[in-house]
């Protein structure tokens, strides 16, 4: 099996904690703040998609966090975080893909670095520093 030298490894973690911490807050928003969860529902149910579907938030903003930070099924969690990033983008950001913020950046750039981010775990594993390295 491959041994990553230990830059490669502290830069999986870094990411991982990154990604991992940045998305967690998101989801521990609107665990203190069920609310949030009636616009997402409203806005999946616009869509044509079953409400219920709103509790995924918890898979993809706390429990997939929790296994990227930890790096326990970090590659899962990575893939969840994408699944995530995706419905988000396609149900409240699509009219933002092509647009700049009022200081030239992209409108989307967390987004696409929660997205990108997911899919980097996903494809290079959580790294030895974790607490189940793949």
């Not at 997402?40 to 079953?50: D, F, K, Q, R, V």
């Not at 980097?120 to 189940?132: D, E, H, K, T, V």
Request: proline share 2%; no cysteine; hydrophobic share 55%.
């Amino acid at each position: 099996m491959y041994e990553s030298t230990f830059g490669d490894a502290f830069g999986k973690l870094i990411l991982r904690l990154t990604l991992g911490g940045l998305m967690l807050l998101h989801g521990i928003h609107k665990v203190v703040s069920p609310a949030a969860l009636d616009f997402i529902s409203g806005t999946l149910e616009a869509a044509g998609l079953p409400g219920m579907l709103v509790y995924g938030v918890y898979v993809g903003e706390v429990l997939a966090p929790l296994l990227i930070i930890f790096g326990v099924l970090a590659r899962l969690g990575g893939l969840l975080v994408v699944v995530n990033m995706i419905f988000a983008v396609a149900l409240v950001h699509s009219a933002d893909l092509f647009t700049l913020t009022q200081h030239g950046g992209w409108s989307l750039e967390l987004q696409a670095f929660f997205l990108f981010g997911g899919l980097a775990i996903f494809a290079m594993g959580s790294g030895r520093f974790a607490l189940s390295a793949d």
